[in-house]
Nanobody, 117 residues
Framework: QVQLVESGGGLVQPGGSLRLSCAAS????????MGWYRQAPGKQRELVASITSGGSTSYADSVKGRFTISRDNVKNTMYLQMNSLKPEDTAVYYC???????????WRQGTQVTVSS
């Protein structure tokens, strides 16, 4: 089992920045890919960014050039650096981890990001 805890959300003005964190615990040595989803009210869930155990990354077109995903395998933590934030980035952000064929994500958690002036 892998446990995940997101943090770092908040209220920020358009053009501002936030860094989200996702702390992993449990069977961390078996984690392969990790990433972030977001869910805004009335919108479909979106896969925002992913990173493999080897460090390869991928991004949704909506965040390319503005968001950067990274992971610190020593601290067992993944990050999402979000720059040039827009109101349409407002959502609850959830992290996921893949381990031994299981896709872990805790939809009752997440961290709220609100971009508003």
């Amino acid at each position: 089992q892998v446990q995940l805890v997101e943090s770092g959300g908040g209220l920020v003005q358009p053009g501002g920045s936030l860094r989200l964190s996702c702390a992993a615990s449990g069977s961390i040595f078996s984690i392969n890919a990790m990433g972030w989803y977001r869910q805004a009210p009335g919108k479909q869930r979106e896969l925002v960014a992913s990173i493999t155990s080897g460090g390869s990354t991928s991004y949704a077109d909506s965040v390319k050039g503005r968001f950067t995903i990274s992971r610190d395998n020593v601290k067992n933590t993944m990050y999402l650096q979000m720059n040039s934030l827009k109101p349409e980035d407002t959502a609850v952000y959830y992290c996921y981890a893949e381990s031994r064929g299981v896709h872990y994500v805790y939809w009752r958690q997440g961290t709220q990001v609100t971009v508003s002036s």
